[in-house]
């Protein structure tokens, strides 16, 4: 049970890094400035089972900090093209559905730049970066949205008896489901390459 090949040991292991990335994330989100690159470190450990050292998430950071600066612009002009959109929408309910499912997939596309440019060698390419993570996008939203209503219930119930969960939890654990999936249908897409060839 407690051996380093168990499934118990994996998922404690696991679990502790889904809590400490998240607290070191939410941490450095303070200071807004570093959240774009404190991000890529969080996707980028959460994505690699095998790594699980604090220190690694700092020497990312670092790493990717300028690489990352382009798409904290981009997450920043969603967020503002998002709260010009609000006062538009009036009381039309259809109106703010719309828009709500525009905003999750706005969400989703910005998750998933980070997420490619983990995996893919984009460098400073980030025009072929954006056209890869819309059309990733559209494949995988669907899914994905299941992982945040999933978690919007877990945590809506569970706040009032457990607010400790929502703290310890927050981003980190809808995110390593996220990137489960991601990787999922990024390895289909590498087969389907693969068969073509």
């Known amino acids: 049970m407690f051996s380093i090949d168990s499934k118990f040991y994996r998922f404690t292991v696991q679990l502790s890094k889904i809590v400490w990335t998240n607290l070191i994330f ?30 690694h998430f700092f020497t990312h950071m670092k790493e990717s900090w300028r690489q990352t600066i382009p798409l904290g612009l981009f997450n920043l002009f969603s967020i503002l093209f998002c709260l010009g959109i609000l006062p538009i929408l009036g009381n039309s309910l259809f ?18 730049l980070y997420v490619l440019q983990d995996v893919g060698d984009y460098g400073k390419h980030y025009f072929l970066l954006l056209q890869e993570s819309f059309i990733f996008t559209v494949v995988v939203f669907l899914k994905e949205c299941l992982v945040y209503l999933g978690f919007m219930v ?4 569970s706040y009032e008896k457990f607010p400790i969960l929502v703290l310890l939890l927050g981003i980190s654990a809808p995110l390593f489901f996220y990137l ?9 897409t590498e087969a389907m390459k693969k068969n073509r060839k």
């Not at 877990?154 to 119930?157: E, G, N, R």
């Open 26 to 55: 939410t941490v450095l989100s303070v200071f807004i400035l570093p959240i774009p690159a404190a991000f890529s470190s969080l996707v980028h450990l959460l994505n690699d089972e095998n790594d699980s050292k604090i220190s």
């Open 95 to 112: 109106a703010k559905f719309l828009f709500f499912i525009f905003g999750l997939f706005l969400l989703t596309y910005n998750i998933d």
């Open 180 to 188: 489960k999936i991601a990787n999922h249908e990024l390895s289909k």
């Open 154 to 157: 877990l945590y809506t119930f």
